[in-house]
């Protein structure tokens, strides 16, 4: 079965600077693909960003970057420049491509609640 | 705007009353999935579709009905609510072809008491 691990429960980080959420997976599939999302406290579900794990790039997308790491499973969000709108709750999430059911589930981590002080 | 929307934003059921909770989109998504988010923990996939008529049970489909008569449409049925169904329901939406489930509804925070 797969796993999704954040140990942060919370986060706390300046304005202007960097942050790094943690993300560890657990699955023994080749083939799978790891998302980010943003939740505010409005509590709507945004998509921040993918990672396919034959990527050989770690994925960006604008102030946000995903470090994969393949052998340690591992699929650190990166949020540079950090803003106060950047306060919400965020999840990773992963779903694998071996066909069948499995491939329509996402299965998520608990989350990290992220603070950006001014 | 397009978009995946659901209805009712909030709702408090009396236990063992029936409910249907409303998502439609409008981008002519094959795939469309209903999620529980409960506190502590991350979303988990109740029931999911791959297109009109086609409906399978996703991590904890217990106490939830779902039918697709229509690419837009995919309800979630309550039979006989439970206190333990208290949740916020997020349904999602995803293109064929795409490994993104990318569209997410607003939610539903539904309450049973």
Redesign the interface.
């Given at each position: 079965a797969q796993k999704?691990t954040q140990t942060q429960p919370g986060m706390f980080v300046q304005e202007k600077e960097a942050v790094t959420l943690d993300c560890t997976y657990d699955t023994s599939d080749q083939s799978y693909?790891l998302?980010w999302?943003k939740q505010p406290s409005s509590?709507?579900?945004?998509?921040l960003i993918?990672q396919?794990s034959y990527d050989e790039q770690n994925a960006t997308e604008g102030r946000y970057s995903l470090n994969f790491q393949k052998a340690r499973k591992s699929a650190n969000l990166v949020i540079s420049a950090s803003q106060l709108g950047d306060s919400a709750m965020y999840?990773c999430?992963m779903?694998r491509?071996k066909g069948g059911?499995s491939n329509?589930?996402?299965?998520?981590?608990?989350?990290t609640l992220l603070t950006v002080n001014p | 705007n397009a978009g995946v929307t659901q209805t009712p934003k909030f709702q408090v059921l009396k236990t063992g009353q029936s409910m249907t909770l409303q998502c439609a989109q409008d981008m002519n998504h094959e795939?469309m999935?209903w999620?529980r988010q409960d506190p502590?923990?991350?979303?988990?996939?109740i029931h999911?579709s791959?297109g009109a008529g086609i409906t399978?049970q996703?991590?904890v489909p217990n106490g939830y009905n779902v039918s697709r008569s229509t690419t837009e449409d995919f309800p979630l049925r309550l039979l006989s609510a439970a206190p333990s169904q208290t949740s916020?329901y997020?349904c999602?939406s995803r293109e064929q072809g795409t490994?993104?489930?990318?569209?997410?509804?607003?939610?539903t925070?539904l309450t049973v008491v």
């Open positions: 999704i693909g998302f999302y509590g709507e579900m945004i998509f993918y396919g999840f999430a779903r491509y059911g329509y589930k996402l299965t998520f981590g608990k989350g | 795939y999935s999620y502590g923990m991350g979303l988990r996939l999911y791959v399978d996703g991590e916020v997020f999602a490994p993104l489930e990318a569209f997410f509804g607003q939610g925070r």
